[in-house]
């Protein structure tokens, strides 16, 4: 397997994951710096010119969820996805909401003009990133942590994809510290040997 990633974005969950299943991939690191995401090579890999994409024999996935999904049912031993139905789709639950409503709350500031063509639709949008994102904290705190992780002492497929979404709350305007369990929740994951295996590969 390999995986296209770029540091600090929501595709390191991806690296995060298939250590905790036991998996080795290798990996490419696309650079945002060079636009490499918006090139033609690249979408020959993403037509949606995003990452993560993870390749595997049978061909390229993309969207986290459904990847974090395959990693899970690749390797059931690590029980990233809950056998009980009802706790599987509270895991993803999670998962669909980080996707649909945190992530596109933190991308109105760095990606504004995926949405506006004008600054000042810019600006507004990104000043309204502080107050979405502390309301997707407080859903996070009240509704999401079983503690310390999203179902109470076993990490499954939606705690990779929260951390590095509450990893971006500094950055977007919001203490952590705020909020007791996802505190916890950052500190329980940095003692991971996956997250520590990801830091030292300079992906976060
Ligand atoms: N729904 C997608 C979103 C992926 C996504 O937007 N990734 C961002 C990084 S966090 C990206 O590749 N951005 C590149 C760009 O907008 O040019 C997923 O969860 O995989």
Redesign the pocket.
């Known amino acids: 397997m390999k995986l296209y990633y770029?540091p600090g974005?929501?595709?390191v969950s991806i690296a995060i994951a298939l250590h905790e299943a036991g998996l080795d991939f290798d990996s490419h690191k696309v650079s945002?710096k060079d636009a490499e995401?918006?090139k033609p090579e690249y979408h020959a890999i993403n037509p949606?010119?995003?990452?993560?994409a993870l390749e595997i024999e049978g061909g390229i996935l993309?969207?986290?969820?459904a990847?974090l999904d395959y990693i899970a049912a690749i390797a059931p031993e690590a029980g990233l996805m809950p056998e009980d139905p009802v706790d599987a789709a509270r895991v993803r639950g999670v998962i669909h909401y980080l996707?649909s409503t945190m992530?596109p709350n933190h991308?109105h500031g760095p990606?504004a003009y995926?949405w506006a063509e004008k600054e000042e639709s810019h600006a507004d949008m990104r000043a309204q990133v502080p107050k979405t994102m502390r309301a997707s904290a407080a859903y996070v705190e009240d509704h999401c942590l079983r503690s310390p992780f999203v179902m109470g002492d076993h990490v499954t497929a939606a705690d990779p994809h929260l951390f590095v979404m509450c990893l971006w709350l500094k950055g977007d305007g919001v203490d952590p510290e705020d909020f007791p369990r996802i505190s916890a929740f950052l500190q329980a994951m940095e003692e991971r040997a996956s997250v520590k295996a990801a830091r030292a590969a300079g992906m976060l």
């Open positions: 770029a974005t929501v595709s945002f995401q918006t949606k010119g995003r990452v993560p993309t969207e986290t969820g990847i996707a992530q991308a990606r995926r």
